[in-house]
């Protein structure tokens, strides 16, 4: 394999892995940018693996299986949206919560979802078919960067997804409204917005692409399922959104670095380098490379900038009664 054909793989793998994390960054960076923090997108990345998987594997319809998985992703976003924006509880705990019940609840309902031929149990089966790659004529030919032009449709949608989203966030009126929630709620609510319905709002959908997110890996990126799949992914995501600095522009950079550093290491491993360098290094190596990435980004944007430029009222909780 010479080296034009080794990146050319590598960007490949690198976009496959990137893709679920793109959905579930893009869905946490506007649910932050209304003050809400969700660290439940670990759980529902795994209820929406799950929910997908489940789905697909019953009825042989991806498409359903990708919008259970969305409506699931919700329901679970739901119940932390109830938490801290109705009973106001403390957003890190609650999240926590969802997190440990939507693990849970997945690795319980994997093993009771599945053919009666398999006891019931899903772990470790495969589906018929998955979203494969659908290569571009001509363009997929042309060396590395033709294997942007050679991925799955859930991977095409994102480069009209990720330029709308910013475009949305910035440059609409409603997009000036959900910026202004986050940072003022007293203010937006002063001027007639509803902090609750747009904090619900963005809360729902950022669940929504989370439990997509989970979808990409099952239905997508590995056709099957197994207990904690997501390999700790809803956290990254976390560490992601702070590394685009809650920017939907810059959610593909963040996602890219991770899968890159992810799919350099399974490249590594299948060349042999396992027998120079420790397997187990090389499985923690991104996550190792991501917190050093993030530390530096920290420290670059606190010299160029003063702080990161996180939401102000991110965390917080909100009451119109409120002094």
């Known amino acids: 394999m010479n080296f034009l054909d080794f990146f050319t793989r590598l960007l490949a793998a690198t976009l496959a892995m990137g893709t679920s994390l793109t959905y579930a960054t893009l869905g946490e960076v506007y649910t932050e940018k209304t003050g809400i923090l969700n660290l439940g997108m670990e759980g529902t990345m795994l ?15 991806l498409y359903i299986a990708l919008v ?8 679970l976003s739901l119940i932390h949206a109830f938490l801290c924006i109705t009973m106001r509880a403390n957003q890190v705990v609650a999240g926590l919560a969802i997190t440990m019940f939507g693990t849970g609840l997945a690795n319980f309902l994997g093993q009771r979802l599945g ?8 772990t470790g089966m495969n589906l018929a078919s998955k979203f494969d790659n659908i290569a571009i004529p001509g363009l997929s030919q042309i060396p590395i960067i033709g294997a942007l032009f050679d991925v799955s449709i859930l991977t ?20 000036m409204v959900v910026r202004a929630v986050g940072e003022n709620p007293r203010t937006a ?3 007639g917005i509803s902090v609750s319905k747009i904090r619900y709002l963005y809360t729902t959908i950022g669940g929504m692409f989370a439990g997509l ?8 990126f590995i056709p099957s399922w197994n207990e904690g799949m997501t390999g700790g992914k809803g956290w990254i995501v976390i560490a992601l959104v702070i590394f685009s600095a809650w920017n939907p522009g ?29 397997a187990q290094f090389l499985g923690f190596s991104p996550y190792l490379i991501t917190l050093l990435v993030l530390t530096a980004m920290t420290i670059i944007n606190q010299k160029k900038r003063g702080s990161f430029a996180s939401p102000t009222a991110l965390g917080t909780s909100f009451a119109i009664d409120d002094k």
């Open 213 to 220: 997110g989970g979808a990409c890996l099952s239905l997508s």
């Open 250 to 278: 810059r959610v593909v950079i963040g996602t890219l670095v991770f899968g890159g550093i992810t799919s350099l290491q399974f490249s590594l491993q299948a060349a042999g380098f396992k027998m120079v360098i420790p």
């Open 189 to 191: 609510a002063a001027m």
């Open 115 to 122: 053919p009666a031929t398999n006891n019931f149990n899903l």
């Open 47 to 61: 209820m929406g693996a799950l929910a997908g998987f489940a789905t697909a594997y019953n009825t042989g319809n």
């Open 68 to 75: 259970v998985a969305m409506v699931v992703g919700a329901m």
């Open 156 to 175: 095409y949608a994102l480069y009209f997804l990720l330029p709308f989203a910013w475009f949305f966030l910035y440059k609409t009126k409603h997009g």
